[in-house]
């Protein structure tokens, strides 16, 4: 009797190392990809267009810019916009991320569905994966890491219309319609 017991015992105490030793390491992980993502990000999302404002084509570019505030997330804003107008065309707003469990999740001010990022490769250069959100649709996104974009006009509370919420969302032109 004593060796069965002796032996669950030890059996129990390795399940249970395994076990944290495991959530230590998915816990480093989620540390490291929410450094990995602070500051700003631009290239392209396909179909992502289509599945929010109906527009298509391959000349909309997306800026995101992240800030970790704390170990797994912080707060951010992201401009979706048309490479040959982007200051007549295009469509800003704020959100808070977090990474759990190697996903992001993404929750935008503008009470859209929350975007979950998966299946995602990121360094310091390239951030590339899957979104999803919310739709059937499969949303790759492919971006590189951009320390030179200008947020100034998109920030700049004085450039937004007066009937747009000034602090978190701004549509103009073809994405205000």
Do not use: H
Not at 166 to 176: C, D, N, P, Q, Y
Request: proline letters at 2%; a negative charge; glycine letters at 6%.
């Amino acid at each position: 009797m004593k060796k069965i017991y002796t032996f669950l015992m030890t059996a129990m105490v390795a399940l249970t190392s395994v076990t944290v030793l495991t959530s230590c390491d998915q816990d480093v992980y989620d540390r490291q990809e929410a450094r990995t993502l602070d500051g700003t990000w631009t290239g392209y999302i396909d179909t992502y267009y289509r599945d929010r404002w109906g527009l298509t084509g391959d000349s909309y570019r997306t800026t995101i810019y992240f800030q970790r505030e704390n170990p797994y997330g912080g707060w951010g804003y992201e401009v979706d916009y048309n490479l040959y107008s982007p200051r007549a065309d295009y469509y800003y707003c704020e959100f808070r991320w977090e990474v759990y469990n190697g996903t992001i999740r993404i929750k935008y001010a503008d009470s859209w569905s929350d975007v979950l990022i998966y299946d995602y490769f990121l360094n310091d250069n390239y951030f590339e994966g899957f979104m999803d959100d919310g739709t059937s649709k499969e949303i790759r996104f492919r971006l590189s890491y951009d320390s030179r974009f200008d947020w100034s006009y998109y920030r700049n509370p004085g450039r937004r219309a007066a009937s747009q919420d000034s602090t978190t969302v701004i549509a103009k032109g073809e994405f205000a319609r």
